[in-house]
């Protein structure tokens, strides 16, 4: 009997502490979750109360517009991505919680749909769009919107429409593009694209209309950072004028200086650029520089350029004569580099070796001449500099081509040679500058020099002599 009751105290004894620390740890393991859900649940619950709240202030706001005057809700802006970012329209407080209040409004056709850019007629019916936001907004605004039709003679059969379209190089909308229409009897108004591109100007006096578009950042598919077009509008119809326009591009522009054994080249100075790409008019090819020229801002900078699916090719010159041929372009010595809207991109600037040999009549190498090249071909001019002769009278430079444009009016450089000091007279020598393909299927430069037709194949030297 002793010993059973020795046993039964042992038993009655309680937990140990290690017992009751894995007992509480347990515990949090099932708390600590569960009181994080349980938190969750609350601002859940709070946060749709607060979407609750926003959708009858929507509502309400919604029908004071649409019982209120047609004129009110015709002068609310243009509906944008980007509304709601600014000063709303009016605030209500529930519950000590500000809400805002943005209305909008843009013109729809009969049926309400959003294609007034691609519309003949006159427009139907007016969209009325309010978003409401709140602070510490966890969701997106919410949004109410309705149709309303406008009073007879509000769309005058008098009068014309112009719409303004604006889309990017992936045929997408641009939205947020401010849109100036400037027309006759001092007429001038200004809007923002909505969210389909199409910004609408309604009840214009018959006549021609000048549209300007202009975004920062963006740029036309001619490369024009405020394009302009203009069009006639007549009555009871709309016109449509459309841009193509989008997020440009930069480019991060490599110039390489050539060399030659221990001959270390320069690359011309004062140097432009320009870019190929079919799409341009009217030669497919566009020019910028030299710098501080736009859109060279820096030897080094170009843009903002259309961000074409098809790419660019980059070489030095803005003068017809240096375009490249278009077997080079998208070559292996040419290659077409790719772009992406409002990125940088890095690109070779595509230039060729000019070597020349200045040596005296006495045939003493001339040291210290130096080089300036002209091209005043097909009314461009284009003056740089070339590198300055060394000890040995060479001069090894990077420059732009300059082919012969036609059988009368060939590309050429003037090549203007002077001494280093007074007393020497200035030299001058014409000369073509070209890439040929050889025989093995690779591009050599080739100078010609128009005095004498003699040719020079690099590395061989341009001899020129001064007095």
Not at 407 to 436: F, H, K, M, N, R
Request: net charge negative; glycine share 10%.
């Amino acid at each position: 009997m002793q010993r059973l009751l020795h046993k039964r105290i042992r038993c009655e004894d309680g937990m140990s502490l290690i017992e009751v620390l894995i007992a509480i740890v347990v515990l949090l393991i099932v708390l600590v979750p569960a009181s994080l859900l349980l938190t969750t649940s609350f601002r859940y619950a709070a946060s749709d109360r607060r979407s609750v709240q926003a959708a009858s202030i929507a509502m309400t706001e919604i029908s004071e517009l649409t019982h209120g005057s047609f004129n009110t809700i015709a002068s609310l802006p243009t509906c944008s991505p980007t509304l709601g970012n600014g000063t709303p329209v009016a605030t209500v407080t529930e519950e000590s919680i500000l809400f805002s209040v943005w209305g909008c409004a843009e013109w729809r056709n009969s049926t309400g749909s959003g294609d007034l850019c691609s519309a003949t007629g006159s427009p139907g019916v007016l969209l009325v769009e309010v978003r409401v936001t709140w602070p510490n907004m966890k969701r997106p605004p919410v949004v109410d919107a309705t149709l309303a039709n406008p009073p007879v003679g509000t769309i005058s059969a008098t009068k014309g429409f112009l719409a303004v379209n604006v889309t990017g190089a992936s045929n997408q909308p641009i939205s947020g593009v401010t849109v100036n229409v400037t027309g006759p009897n001092g007429y001038s108004q200004e809007a923002s694209t909505p969210a389909d591109g199409c910004a609408y100007f309604l009840n214009l006096t018959p006549g021609v209309y000048n549209a300007t578009i202009s975004k920062p950042g963006y740029v036309s598919d001619q490369e024009v950072i405020s394009p302009a077009q203009s069009t006639n509008v007549t009555t009871a119809s709309t016109s449509v004028l459309d841009f193509s326009y989008d997020l440009g591009t930069t480019f991060s522009l490599k110039y390489t200086a050539p060399s030659l054994g221990s001959l270390a080249g320069q690359v011309a100075t004062n140097l432009p650029v320009s870019v190929g790409n079919t799409n341009l008019q009217p030669s497919g090819w566009y020019g910028a520089g030299p710098p501080p020229s736009a859109p060279l801002s820096t030897p080094s900078q170009l843009g903002p350029l259309y961000p074409y699916n098809s790419g660019y090719t980059v070489w030095g010159g803005n003068c017809a004569s240096n375009v490249p041929p278009a077997s080079m372009q998208g070559s292996s010595i040419m290659p077409t580099i790719s772009v992406t809207s409002g990125k940088t991109e890095n690109a070779d600037v595509f230039l060729v070796p000019l070597y020349i040999v200045v040596s005296t009549a006495g045939g003493i190498p001339a040291n210290g001449v130096s080089i300036q090249a002209t091209d005043n071909s097909s009314g461009c001019t284009e003056n740089f500099g070339l590198m300055t002769t060394n000890v040995k009278g060479q001069s090894l430079t990077a420059v732009p081509l300059a082919y012969p444009l036609t059988s009368t009016q060939p590309g050429q450089y003037t090549i203007t040679l002077t001494g280093p000091g007074p007393g020497y007279l200035v030299t001058t020598v014409d000369i073509e500058v070209s890439e040929q393909l050889a025989g093995n299927g690779t591009w050599q430069t080739e100078v010609t020099d128009l005095t004498n037709g003699q040719i020079y194949t690099y590395p061989a030297p341009v001899p020129v002599g001064v007095p």
